[in-house]
């Protein structure tokens, strides 16, 4: 395999510009320092003007595929006005050395891809009487869409679309208030067996249409036709070394990280759940699980109620309410779903005492339907459960084992994964952090399976159909404002069924249960009496609180300095232009600065600002002394620690992060901070990165949603940087201010751990975004002096916290690698 080779990911026509062609590849050594790359059209060299995206990762949709990579290259070609005249358009690059052909390919398949729009088919479906399709398609200007049966013949469709926000690093010249996502439905004829569905997109200049082939009850045979299909494209564009090494990838890949080999690992096997049954516990808590029912497809009803049945812990009662009637008499004699469920239900409750189920005389929405199961519940804990998911065995035992250890927890929830509508196929395991009340705030991450004691539970007034399609979310936000035990069991314990209608696979599909969503958070916080307002993320299912304080404390920012008067100018003008929060001092904290240009700026600053004051720190550097001396004299209430290397993004910044931390629960509040590039560079500390401490997610793109959309997601981390950290004054002078052993590393992470210990809470707020031109005053550990000192550091910090960074971080899944940084599956 020649590693030097560059690969072609893509090659695409510009959205909006004639004759203009976009492409995106990498070099597989992952270099492209002193390297050119060409293109020529019949010999003829073109103009190309190239980007480089260091520490970028490929993620797009369109392709399939997930490479990740150390140097993106996008490229712009221009192409003269009679290139469709032409034969061949030929990539090349060249390293000083030796000049390769990359690519190839004739001006005859161009004018065929000229005449396409871009597109990406996620999902299609057929349930009953209806087919769904959602993906997206992009192009300039509106784009229609028609759905054609096998005939040819348009359907009549009822079409969404919405914003595609991860579509703008791939498509960067493409209107930023575009909704190139879609999810089209037509009704079709039951008793029509027709899967020969096609999808036309047009524009005014473009048009495609595509046979809709990934039917999510589709074989084996249609699942390899498809890869077959996708291989073959890949090794048109690539060529055979190119496709041969993309296998060889896929396959190790998959044989060290897939979900599927973990499965096989560390599932519950037969021998440890034989164990399990004839295992008595001294206490023996009954599960009472609660589950609603609306026209449930029997063979799923029977799946679910036989996972239960399997449960290795015995004492547990299935309380089942069948809200399918609806309707006069008449109907509910012609109603199918009537007369299959509850046959399905007599049989399992008279073969098992510990099964009841009641028949409710009309459907009182999920909410309702599941009041009146609730109701039937006596048990020491209720269990939820949806209707169509699947328990596994170890399930109930796992909560009585961990209700054995300690009798005085609440509330529980575990880890989770999806499964195929044919219960074969397990995938996407959302391994979560501990108790996090702010992410919950965020996204409802808890879900399944969650379970609370019956005490609890008859506090919350039930389930309230106000908030009908997050009625879960509402449910567990009121249990846990009332728990004062909340224990998150790290294993999987549920498999939530995946279908195109439910707001596991497609978002679209539930817009109400979001809307649903943002206003129990916002009742939370009327709860708990604090000003906010929740509004609804760019992504779907993700929520953001703004908070509306009516107090306007001071904050004083300090920054330490050294000369880089270049990079302090920077940092003031981007605050002093931007900032919006109108009660701020700055306390400059000048070490042992050289260079005259930099005094000068100072005098310049005080004299044309009032709020802005220097002091002077004397002795060598040491970042905890000097944060702590800049303390000494700041008056604010508030105390932001900024790099002199930092620079504002959004002017809300500090009265965002100021939003969280005049909560009184919370001590710190961190902000995301971006590399030059916009990659990220801190979303978070997690404990044992590295050995110790590292920053969350480091390297992706700036609008890159990371594990479960926690990068876009207000949260509890054990740390944040220094960089740019918020403290409540009272905090940090309870705490004893920056331990000042610790001159240069980890003495922000130390700090977190000692606010914790005190009892606050570390948040970190992505709205309050700043680029960090890291480490350009201090310099790296390229001593063997910095080195011996960073060892030194490194030493101090585990025998001070060993034991905590030992047992793992709380936010941050056992299951999930302390390798990199990415939140990927443990090897």
């Known amino acids: 395999m020649d590693t030097h080779k560059f690969f072609v990911e893509k090659l695409r026509f510009h959205l909006n510009e004639p004759d203009m062609l976009v492409l995106v590849g990498w070099f597989y050594d992952g270099k492209a320092a002193g390297r050119e790359v060409m293109a020529y059209l019949d010999g003829e060299k073109l103009p190309v003007t190239l980007t480089v995206n260091k520490g970028a990762e490929v993620r797009q949709k369109y392709l399939g595929t997930i490479n990740e990579i150390n140097e993106e290259v996008v490229g712009i070609v221009t192409l003269p006005k009679d290139w469709r005249e032409r034969k061949k358009f030929e990539i090349f690059t ?108 047009r524009n005014a200049e473009h048009y495609s249409r595509t046979r809709l082939r990934k039917w999510d009850d589709g074989g084996r045979l249609q699942y390899v036709l498809e890869k077959s299909q996708d291989a073959f494209r890949y090794l048109e564009r690539n060529g055979l070394a190119a496709t041969i090494h993309k296998i060889e990838t896929k396959l190790a890949g998959r044989s060290e990280t897939s979900y599927d080999a973990w499965c096989k690992k560390y599932d519950a096997g037969k021998e440890e759940l034989d164990e399990q049954r004839k295992h008595v516990f001294s206490y023996q808590p009954l599960f009472s699980i609660v589950v609603p029912l609306y026209r449930t497809k029997p063979e799923y009803l029977q799946e679910m109620i036989e996972s239960v049945q399997a449960q290795t812990y015995g004492n547990w009662q299935l309380c089942l309410a069948d809200g399918s009637l609806s309707g006069d008499d008449e109907d509910r004699q012609k109603d199918s779903f009537v007369t299959e469920l509850t046959p399905v239900l007599e049989k399992y409750a008279k073969a098992d005492a510990r099964i009841t189920f009641t028949t409710l005389q009309k459907n009182l929405g999920i909410s309702g339907n599941t009041n009146a199961a609730l109701a039937m519940a006596a048990g020491d804990y209720i269990v939820l459960a949806d209707h169509d998911d699947i328990v596994p065995a170890n399930a109930l035992y796992e909560l009585a084992d961990a209700l054995n250890q300690d009798q005085s927890i609440d509330v529980l929830y575990s880890d989770e994964d999806k499964i195929s509508m044919d219960g074969k196929k397990r995938f996407e395991p959302h391994f979560k952090p501990d108790f996090d009340l702010d992410l919950l705030c965020s996204v409802n991450y808890i879900c399944h399976l969650f379970a609370a004691k019956k005490e609890l539970v008859d506090m919350t007034g039930g389930f309230c159909s106000e908030y009908d399609g997050a009625q879960d979310l509402d449910f567990i936000l009121k249990c846990c404002e009332n728990a004062k035990n909340i224990r998150h069991i790290p294993k999987i314990l549920y498999h939530w069924r995946c279908h195109m209608q439910s707001t596991a696979a497609n978002p679209e599909s539930k817009l109400y249960a979001f809307e649903a969503g943002r206003r129990a958070i916002e009742a939370h916080y009327d709860r708990m009496e604090i000003p906010v307002t929740v509004e609804n993320a760019a992504f779907y299912g993700m929520y953001r609180t703004k908070y509306d304080w009516k107090e306007k404390p001071l904050v004083s920012v300090i920054i330490p300095n050294k000369d880089h008067k270049k990079d302090l100018e920077k940092c003031m003008n981007s605050i002093l232009g931007k900032n919006t929060y109108p009660n701020i001092e700055f306390i400059i904290v000048e070490n042992n600065s050289t260079e005259q240009e930099t005094f000068d700026y100072y005098k310049e600053l005080e004299v044309m600002h009032e709020n802005v004051h220097v002091v002077f720190y004397e002795g060598d550097f040491n970042y905890s002394k000097i944060n702590n001396f800049g303390a000494d004299a700041a008056k604010g209430s508030y105390l932001l620690l900024l790099n002199n290397d930092t620079e504002m993004i959004d002017g809300g910044a500090v009265n965002e992060m100021l939003g969280y931390c005049m909560r009184e629960d919370v001590g710190i509040v961190g902000a995301k901070l971006l590399y030059e590039d916009e990659t990220i560079q801190h979303a978070g500390v997690v404990l044992g990165f590295g050995g110790t401490a590292g920053h969350a997610f480091i390297g992706k793109p700036r609008y890159d949603t990371g594990y479960f959309g926690r990068i876009l997601c207000a949260q509890d981390y054990s740390a944040v940087t220094a960089a740019c950290m918020m403290i409540k004054r009272s905090v940090f ?42 480490s350009k005053s201090r310099g790296y550990e390229d001593s063997p002096e910095k080195v011996e000192r960073f060892n030194d550091e490194v030493d101090i910090l585990l025998r001070s916290w060993r034991e905590i960074i030992e047992q793992g971080d709380p936010y941050y899944n056992p299951n999930l690698t302390l390798d990199n940084s990415d939140f990927s599956l443990r090897r």
């Open 94 to 201: 060249d390293d000083g050395e030796k000049k390769k052909r990359a690519y190839a390919v004739s001006t005859k398949k161009l004018r065929v891809r000229e005449s396409r729009l871009e597109y990406y088919i996620e999902n299609c479906h057929r349930d009953e009487d209806t087919v769904t399709v959602t993906g997206w398609c992009m192009g300039a200007g509106e784009v229609n869409l028609y759905l054609l049966d096998q005939r040819r013949q348009k359907l009549q469709v009822k079409t969404d679309h919405y914003f595609r926000k991860d579509l703008l690093s791939v498509f960067p010249e493409c209107d930023t208030q575009a909704k190139p996502g879609f999810m089209i439905q037509a009704s079709v004829k039951r008793q029509v067996d027709d899967k020969n569905f096609f999808l036309e997109m």
């Open 733 to 774: 002078d309870e705490v004893g201010g920056l331990t000042e052993e610790l001159a240069v590393a980890f003495n922000d992470v130390d700090f977190c751990l000692k606010v914790r210990k005190a009892g606050k809470l570390v948040v970190y707020d992505p709205y309050a975004e700043w680029f960090h031109y890291e």
